[in-house]
């Protein structure tokens, strides 16, 4: 069965530090894989997307991640963290169709 | 401007009382999804559709329905609301050559008691 899972429920840093987040998923055929970000009260924003080829993907807002097969993950990196990158961020994997399944998400905070 | 939207964004609602949200795009988008977000859970898919009178059912459609009878609307139904369905939900929808690029919805914040 599909699973995505984001083991850090919450995460602080501190402002213009580095940030990586992580996602681990489970399917049976290549991902397409996802991050999206939540600010408060807000709907979703599709940060960046893998579907194939290089592995290191560039997303807006400065965030990358990169996809390992051999891991099953697919994490988000920022090199220097800004105080408005404090929101929920989702890794979701998309599947046959239109489904799609997302991480419990990881709460960020950052620290002035 | 391309968007979603959803009507209406709160409802407080009582059990059993039937309650439709609606979910309109003005992108054209074939496709259209429909999640709920609960804490500690994320983000779960209750119906998806690929397309006018096309609808699949997702991780969670029990005490759901969908409709698809036009493009542009994807309209989600409680037909007998439990306070288990008190949640934050969100409609999306995407272009059917980008599929998982999804437009997301500003949500609808639902409290059934």
């Known amino acids: 069965a599909q699973s995505v899972t984001q083991p850090d429920i919450h995460i602080t840093v501190s402002e213009g530090a580095s940030l990586e987040l992580r996602c681990n998923y489970s399917y049976g055929a290549t991902p397409y894989l996802f991050w999206y970000v939540q600010s408060p009260g807000q709907g979703l924003q599709l940060l960046l997307k893998?579907?194939?080829?290089?592995?290191l993907v560039q997303g807006i807002k400065g965030f990358e991640a990169e996809f390992k097969r051999s891991q099953s993950s697919f994490n988000l990196r920022k090199p220097s963290v800004h105080w408005s990158d404090a929101a929920e961020y989702f890794c979701a994997v998309g599947a046959r169709g239109n489904q799609f399944y997302f991480g419990t998400g990881t709460s960020l905070t950052v620290i002035p | 401007e391309a968007q979603v939207t959803q009507n209406p964004r709160y409802l407080i609602t009582v059990t059993g009382k039937k309650l439709t949200v609606t979910c309109s795009q003005n992108?054209?988008?074939?496709?259209m999804s429909w999640y709920r977000q609960d804490p500690g859970l994320g983000l779960r898919q209750i119906y998806y559709?690929?397309?006018?009178?096309?609808?699949d059912k997702g991780d969670v459609p029990e005490g759901y329905k969908v409709s698809r009878k036009e493009k542009r609307n994807f309209p989600l139904i409680l037909e007998s609301p439990s306070p288990n369905q008190t949640s934050l939900y969100f409609c999306?929808?995407?272009?059917?050559?980008?599929?998982?690029?999804?437009?997301f919805g500003p949500g609808t914040r639902l409290t059934v008691t």
């Open positions: 559709s690929m397309n006018v009178e096309v609808t």
């Open positions: 999306a929808s995407s272009f059917r050559g980008a599929p998982y690029e999804q437009y």
């Open positions: 992108m054209n988008h074939e496709y």
């Open positions: 893998y579907f194939s080829g290089d592995t």
